[in-house]
């Protein structure tokens, strides 16, 4: 088996690709290791000292490490942690897997708007997101603002704001005239 890594705009970010599906559906974010414990493999990855965040995509694993961990010192631990992982046969979520493959229903009378920025942020934004090793979830829009998370190798991110404001927002803007701003939010 060979992992790949990629770099991301998150310095303190890297993403793994095993060659295999991650998960079928959506994407799992784990920022402490009690929340890894429905995924045998976010466990095996948070048993690597330094690291701080494990999120699933499709097809890669990012690993966010702390400040004073430098990535040579890790980098073959967690490689060998997720090749352990696949070659076990294990799952890689036990039980009902925690994945966000989407967004909450929004009825009233911004229902037509919302459903335009979901499918923006479907087609348009988390195919680039997710190329970078992170995904971003709808929040809610009110009053012109939507709200948004950043999560994987976007949560943090230095970059973040700049995508944000930049690159959603002018984008969203652009399509539908009642969005005036994107906020982030925290999970």
């Keep these: ?64 490490k702390d400040d004073a961990t430098d990535w040579d010192h890790i980098k073959p631990a967690i490689l060998g942690a997720i090749m352990e992982h696949f070659q076990s046969g294990a799952a890689v979520m036990e039980g009902e897997a925690n994945t966000q493959a989407g967004h909450a229903a929004h009825d009233g009378p911004d229902g037509d708007i919302v459903d335009q920025i979901k499918e923006l942020l479907d087609t348009r934004v988390r195919p680039a997101v997710a190329q970078d090793g992170g995904d971003i979830t709808f929040y809610g829009f009110d009053k012109g603002v939507v709200y948004l998370h950043m999560q994987g190798a976007c949560a943090g991110c230095p970059s973040s704001t700049l995508t944000l404001k930049m690159g959603i927002e002018n984008l969203l803007r652009h399509y539908i005239p009642e969005v005036l701003e994107v906020r982030p939010v925290a999970a």
């Design 1 to 64: 088996m060979f992992i790949q890594t990629e770099s991301t705009p998150n310095p303190a970010t890297l993403k793994f690709l095993p060659g295999q599906t991650v998960l079928d559906a959506g994407t799992a974010d784990f920022t402490t290791p009690e929340a890894a414990e429905k995924s045998p493999l976010a466990k095996r990855v948070f048993a690597v000292g330094g690291v701080t965040a494990v999120f699933f995509g499709g097809d890669f694993v990012t690993v966010t």
